[in-house]
């Protein structure tokens, strides 16, 4: 079994960033959110918890949601990373964007870019899930403002609608 690299030392990763090869010098520990947002400036993904509790920073880690807060750069090496900034430019999401919008699932902002990760990742499921089994799969996302009506209602809409 490999133990993992000391973080006293640098490493090289290289991967996939939205579908773009990137590598990046850095110590082992460095957690991808940080990655993310200050060495590539891509700050869709919030630090939100930093324990992986609040999907504020999720992303897709080989095509699967991922809290960005728990990955550290040697975990990443070979592998394909999405964010917000390349799922929300994909047509495929745009049911769930407005989904939310509409049904008013989305206040201050700051958790949509972890809710709009997990439901594209589901409504793109095949088989997709029920609307129960995808409310129970939201459960890694937490908002503090709406109160999860208008969450809900967007995933009725996104999900019963099959």
């Not at 990373?81 to 769930?96: F, G, K, N, Q, W």
């Not at 793109?124 to 129960?132: M, W």
């Amino acid at each position: 079994m490999n133990a993992a690299p000391t973080p006293e030392r640098l490493i090289t990763v290289t991967l996939q960033l939205n579908g773009h090869p990137v590598q990046v010098e850095c110590r082992p520990d460095t957690r991808l959110l940080t990655l993310l947002r200050e060495h590539w400036g891509l700050t869709g993904a919030k630090p939100g918890c930093e324990v992986g509790r609040c999907g504020a920073c999720m992303v897709w880690l080989d095509d699967a949601p991922a809290n960005a807060c728990l990955l550290m750069a040697y975990q990443l090496e070979g592998r394909a990373v999405r964010t917000i900034e390349s799922v929300a430019a994909d047509p495929a999401s745009l049911p769930v964007r407005q989904a939310l919008a509409e049904c008013g699932g989305v206040q201050c902002g700051y958790c949509s870019a972890g809710m709009v990760m997990t439901m594209s990742h589901l409504a793109g499921l095949q088989p997709r899930p029920s609307l129960a089994e995808a409310e129970a799969l939201m459960c890694g996302n937490i908002c503090r403002c709406t109160g999860y009506g208008g969450i809900r209602r967007a995933l009725v809409r996104v999900f019963d609608a099959q």
